[in-house]
């Protein structure tokens, strides 16, 4: 507990924001998390997962734009790989509901 109260007083925007960023970063993360469950749930891991990837160097893009930090070949890298990887995702997703829906109907499925 010392640690925190050293960190808020150290912090640029003073204590009250300090508290304030720990609290709304976990609040952010709480429905991070609950919506991950629910990718789970209502999709696939698969697909919760491909979310997870994308989002990490989204961060890392955002964190560029407002904490002026370097956007060096190792950032640039692992943002072009998560884009591949997703894009890759929703291309197989996108040929397997168009293979699924050419196949022909099921004769227990037809009405007599």
């Known amino acids: 507990m ?11 925007l003073g204590q009250i924001g300090y508290y304030l960023l720990l609290a ?4 952010v993360y709480q429905f991070f998390f609950l919506d991950t469950i ?4 209502y999709g696939s891991a698969l697909l919760a997962g491909v979310i997870m990837t994308v989002l990490i160097p989204v961060t ?6 407002f904490f002026h930090e370097p ?10 790989l998560s884009l591949w990887g997703f894009v890759s995702y929703l291309y197989g997703e996108v040929r397997a509901k168009a293979k699924q829906s050419d196949k022909p109907l099921n004769a227990e499925h037809l009405d007599p």
């Not at 010392?2 to 640029?12: K, T």
């Not at 709304?24 to 609040?27: C, F, L, V, Y």
């Not at 629910?38 to 749930?41: C, K, R």
């Not at 890392?60 to 734009?65: D, H, I, N, R, W």
Request: a neutral charge; glycine letters at 18%; hydrophobic letters at 50%.
């Open 2 to 12: 010392q640690a925190i109260r050293g960190e808020a007083r150290e912090f640029g």
């Open 24 to 27: 709304g970063s976990a609040t």
């Open 38 to 41: 629910g990718a789970i749930f």
């Open 60 to 65: 890392e893009v955002l964190a560029v734009m």
């Open 71 to 80: 956007f060096n070949g190792t950032k640039g890298v692992a943002l072009a």
